[in-house]
Nanobody
Framework: QVQLVESGGGLVQAGGSLRLSCTAS????????MGWYRQAPGKVRELVAT???????NYAAFVKGRFTISRNNAENTVDLQMTSLKPEDTAVYYC?????????WGQGTQVTVSS
């Protein structure tokens, strides 16, 4: 089992910044990709950004250079730096870790962007 704990969500005004952090624990050997997903009310969960074990990032188109994902394998953390936040970024953000064939999710952290 892998446990994922997110932190860093909150309320911010449009144009502001937040940094989300996710720490993995448990059976973390052989974790491959890690990433962030989000789910807004009434919408399906969608990919925000992922990063491979060697640090190659992948971003959703709507990120458009506003978000940066980073990973620290020594500390088993993956962070998401979010800037120029928009009200449409409001969602619950989930951390995910792939330890194939299983996928693990955190409990989610709320991000609310006010206009």
């Amino acid at each position: 089992q892998v446990q994922l704990v997110e932190s860093g969500g909150g309320l911010v005004q449009a144009g502001g910044s937040l940094r989300l952090s996710c720490t993995a624990s448990g059976n973390i050997a052989s974790i491959n990709a890690m990433g962030w997903y989000r789910q807004a009310p009434g919408k399906v969960r969608e990919l925000v950004a992922t990063i491979t074990g060697v640090g190659t990032p992948n971003y959703a188109a709507f990120v458009k250079g506003r978000f940066t994902i980073s990973r620290n394998n020594a500390e088993n953390t993956v962070d998401l730096q979010m800037t120029s936040l928009k009200p449409e970024d409001t969602a619950v953000y989930y951390c995910r870790a792939d330890r194939l064939p299983r996928v693990y999710w955190g409990q989610g952290t709320q991000v609310t962007v006010s206009s």
